[in-house]
């Protein structure tokens, strides 16, 4: 009987110790392992749309985190930035990548501390629902503000990208096309989170990823028309970046298009009808693209460029012809 009633007690027990037990942490570094304690010169943003990585973009980075310690965020994945970032870009101290993979492990101190001591932050690509999951509320949101306070660069390529503006699309039910968002803006895919961090160089600001390659020209307008109509911002802006393509943003807002592709700066000036279960119609975009060696002030989304207007009908998006 007291055996029995041992092993109950056990048991019953198990769970609790369980959830009590702190979860691993898979951690890479290559570099110095310690704080290099240097005084970056942002506040800096590298904002990079996926596929392969833009190298320029990197390079841009260095007299920014003078010679400091890098983290790389991830929720899944490997090292793969480590010896990249440390060898072949160099200009860094050491380079640690972190799988945050639970809120328990967002408010680790043990990551806490690594991003306290770093000079740049990167969001790796991989699934932005995960990273608002696992992120928003937590001590790495908090220590992401916080190094944007003291001055540190702050990137992203992809998913990582995606979860940097004011606003997110967060795919929480997967991704959407654009034909399904223009025929519904309100469907179940058509799913918009507030910020992760705040970046004031991105206040009313989404984003977009692999934008040219997925044709997410449509998707993008609908997320700032579901903005708008839910007055959640009385003018939102949209940028798109293409893949092996990177915005870097200095510290007085002044951004640089680098790598092969265009960022896509979108504006809505016409909201139209943009209702549940009903095509978006007669919504009127304006639209431009920048392409390496053009600028852009931000957050105004200030340009000198030519601007192509667009318009909804009944969820189809076409040119507006002069």
Same mark, same amino acid.
């Given at each position: 009987?007291?055996?029995?009633?041992?092993? #109950?007690?056990?048991?019953?027990?198990?769970?609790?110790?369980?959830?009590?037990?702190?979860?691993?942490?898979?951690? =890479?570094?290559?570099?110095?392992?310690?704080?290099?304690?240097?005084?970056?010169?942002?506040?800096?943003?590298?904002?990079?749309?996926?596929?392969?990585?833009?190298?320029?973009?990197?390079?841009?980075?260095?007299? =920014?985190?003078?010679? %400091?310690?890098?983290?790389?965020?991830?929720?899944?994945?490997?090292?793969?930035?480590?010896?990249?970032?440390?060898?072949?870009?160099?200009?860094?101290?050491?380079?640690?990548?972190?799988?945050?993979?639970?809120?328990?492990?967002?408010?680790?101190?043990?990551?806490?501390?690594?991003?306290?001591?770093?000079?740049?932050?990167?969001?790796?690509?991989?699934?932005?629902?995960? =990273?608002? *999951? =696992?992120?928003?509320?937590?001590?790495?949101?908090?220590?992401?503000?916080?190094?944007?306070?003291?001055?540190?660069?702050?990137?992203? &390529?992809?998913?990582?990208?995606?979860?940097?503006?004011?606003?997110?699309?967060?795919?929480?039910?997967? &991704?959407?096309?654009?034909?399904?968002?223009?025929?519904?803006?309100?469907?179940? *895919?058509?799913?918009?989170?507030?910020? #992760?961090?705040?970046?004031?160089?991105?206040?009313?600001?989404?984003?977009?990823?692999?934008?040219?390659?997925?044709?997410?020209?449509?998707?993008?307008?609908?997320?700032?028309?579901? #903005?708008?109509?839910?007055?959640?911002?009385?003018?939102?802006? %949209?940028?798109?970046?293409?893949?092996?393509?990177?915005?870097?943003?200095?510290?007085?807002?002044?951004?640089?298009?680098?790598?092969?592709?265009?960022?896509?700066?979108?504006? #809505?000036?016409?909201?139209?009808?943009?209702?549940?279960? *009903?095509?978006?119609?007669?919504?009127?975009?304006?639209?431009?693209?920048?392409?390496?060696?053009?600028?852009?002030?931000?957050?105004?989304?200030?340009?000198?460029?030519?601007?192509?207007?667009?318009?909804?009908?009944?969820?189809?998006?076409?040119?507006?012809?002069?």
């Amino acid at each position: 009987m007291r055996r029995a009633s041992l092993l #109950l007690l056990l048991v019953l027990a198990l769970p609790a110790w369980a959830q009590d037990k702190a979860p691993p942490l898979v951690r =890479y570094r290559v570099g110095n392992a310690a704080d290099a304690k240097r005084s970056p010169k942002g506040p800096a943003l590298i904002l990079m749309g996926g596929g392969a990585d833009v190298d320029a973009a990197f390079r841009w980075w260095r007299p =920014y985190i003078s010679g %400091g310690d890098v983290v790389v965020l991830r929720t899944s994945g490997s090292d793969g930035y480590n010896d990249y970032l440390l060898n072949t870009i160099g200009g860094c101290d050491s380079v640690e990548t972190l799988l945050v993979t639970s809120r328990a492990l967002a408010n680790d101190p043990r990551v806490a501390k690594s991003l306290a001591g770093a000079e740049a932050i990167f969001l790796a690509g991989g699934d932005q629902a995960t =990273y608002l *999951r =696992y992120w928003r509320g937590t001590a790495v949101s908090k220590a992401l503000a916080a190094a944007w306070s003291r001055r540190a660069v702050i990137g992203g &390529t992809s998913a990582g990208l995606a979860v940097l503006g004011e606003f997110v699309f967060s795919a929480s039910k997967g &991704t959407v096309r654009s034909p399904l968002a223009l025929a519904d803006p309100y469907g179940p *895919r058509v799913q918009l989170a507030p910020k #992760l961090i705040p970046i004031p160089l991105l206040k009313g600001v989404i984003t977009d990823t692999h934008f040219g390659k997925r044709q997410r020209l449509g998707r993008l307008g609908v997320f700032l028309a579901r #903005l708008k109509a839910d007055r959640t911002c009385a003018a939102p802006l %949209g940028i798109g970046v293409d893949e092996r393509t990177a915005l870097v943003v200095g510290p007085d807002g002044r951004g640089a298009v680098l790598g092969r592709g265009a960022v896509t700066i979108v504006r #809505l000036r016409r909201l139209g009808t943009c209702q549940a279960k *009903r095509p978006l119609s007669g919504a009127r975009f304006e639209v431009a693209k920048l392409r390496a060696g053009h600028t852009i002030l931000l957050p105004s989304g200030a340009h000198s460029l030519p601007t192509q207007a667009y318009r909804v009908r009944a969820g189809k998006l076409t040119p507006v012809r002069d």
